[in-house]
């Protein structure tokens, strides 16, 4: 079914509350596990119908967050979604509290029990209202951001449409659009700062009523940490400064040279900018770069072929830049139609094919999951695994990369792999600034400011902001849209870049065993934790001591004899 023709309908609440409770009565009263084991795949097929449709209201309001009915459908969800939550937990704890329970384990899998036993401790009824506050506040971070008209250069903008100009060979346009992208921010500083300021005392006191120390214990629960704590993540940061920053400083001193700007003089104007006569670009008018990608996973795999038949044949796509349009790009899942849905915002750079690769990494990944895993809770892995398909396969599909660049492919891949090791430090600058607010919520604006300007140091020494506006008083934070709307998950972007560099590494010496490796590890959905699916086809857990600098000294290396060939 083509996703215009898929029917929303607002969801009977009271009904599905109502049927959670008959469920756990019914759980509890079960005389067997085979019973309880029925009864579990009940509760997911009803949950399954309840998140379609929320699903399908979310997408149509993000493309356009301009449309009332879906604003105000999306608003009702939000305020309706902790209430479901609520009467969901009563049945995880009956299913936890089971007589049967080591036979369920046995049948339904011992991990699924440990993530529902992490659920457990994130949720408490009395936090129903924070809840409902905090998605209220994360959608009106996401409308601020999307009502943005920006003037440049005779037009009205968007910041994604600002993209390619911060990319422009000429030095005074790529200034004057990070200063424009800059004023739309600065206009608004006191709405992002208070929305921000509202959903860190929010979070705060939802930890502090679950009888956490802060959110930074609860947000680990919250993204799943089954098999690593915060102080892992603190000790893979440490890894980052130690063994990579020195390497992305090099990586930075070989731009400039490129630019032919003195290294003293390489400022934050220059750090989009990779190549003298300009960045790599696609080719083509976005329908012919989808027709590019549409030819590269057909011919990659015969998966991969079903698979983007799938989404051309559903139009499983909304990847233009448009007026009133969220911020950003994701994919997501339409379990009663096993679908997945690829939403993005093109603006004419290689990030277009980007999308492409990653956000079809994830669609390609559910897609698989949906045939191989039959607990739907485990088709998903915790977002590290489930960012290491998506970044694995901008790697994988390299052999089909000149349909989008031509002559420029070169250049492109060059910059992807080095964008990808910068990537990691940023990401970390990201998680551990996060870590530091939550640590403090007592925080003003202008101190948090501050902490991110200090952290850009540790991680980003070679920044130099150059008085321009927004970025230099140290708010550039507010662009990352996961600091408001998804707390703590930019790590996993790390974890999951460390993996995909592995499967770089593999595929430029074996193409083939490559793409057998990342299958595998596709094929297990969320069977297994992160560590242990990375142990699992024999790759190294980005936790492992040694295994950052061993993974991206070899990537390094590819760069610079790259940059030769």
Known sequence: MKFSEMVYTRPDYPAVLKE?????????????????????????????????????????????TRDSFYEAENDYNDQQAPFVTEKAQEFTKALLESPFRAELEKALGSLLFQNLELEQKGFSPEI????????????????LYASAQIPFMGKTVTVAQLGPYKESTDRATRRAALEAEGSFFDENQAQFDEIFDKLVKNRTAQAKALGFESYVELGAI???????????????????????????????????????????????????????????????????????????????SSETKDFINLMFENQLFDVLAKEGKAPGGYCTGLPDYGYP??????????????????????AFADFMANQTVEIRSLRCPTMEGAETHSMSMEFLTAPWHHLFFGKQTDKYELSHAEDALLFIPYGCLVDHFQEEVYRHPEMTPQERNQVWLELEKRYRPYIDFDNLPFYSRGAGWQRQLHIYLYPFYYIDYCMAQVMSLQYFALSLEDRSKAWEKYMAFVRQGGTKTFVDLAHSVDLRSPLDEGCVKDVCQATFQWTENHLTE
Not at 37 to 57: F, G
Request: hydrophobic residues 35%.
């Open 128 to 143: 129903v209202p924070l809840m409902q506050e905090e998605n209220k506040l994360s959608s009106d971070y996401q409308k």
């Open 222 to 300: 919250r993204r799943q940490r089954n098999c690593y704590s915060p102080a892992d993540v603190a000790s893979f940061r440490d890894q980052v400064v130690r063994d990579l920053v020195p390497l992305t400083v090099k990586i930075k001193q070989r731009q400039a040279k490129r630019l032919g700007i003195p290294w003293e003089d390489f400022k934050f104007q220059d750090n989009a900018l990779g190549f003298k006569d300009g960045s790599a670009t696609p080719e083509g008018t976005p329908e012919e770069i989808l027709a590019a990608g549409k030819q590269m996973y057909e011919e990659l």
């Open 20 to 64: 959670l409770e008959a469920l756990t009565q019914k759980l509890s009263g079960a005389k067997s596990s085979q019973e309880q084991v029925a009864i579990y795949k009940e509760c997911e097929t009803l949950l399954s119908h309840l998140e379609t449709q929320t699903t399908l209201c979310y997408i149509r309001h993000s493309v356009d």
């Open 341 to 362: 849905f690829i939403f993005s915002n093109f603006n004419g750079t290689s990030g277009d094919v980007d999308v492409l690769t990653h956000e079809a990494g994830h």
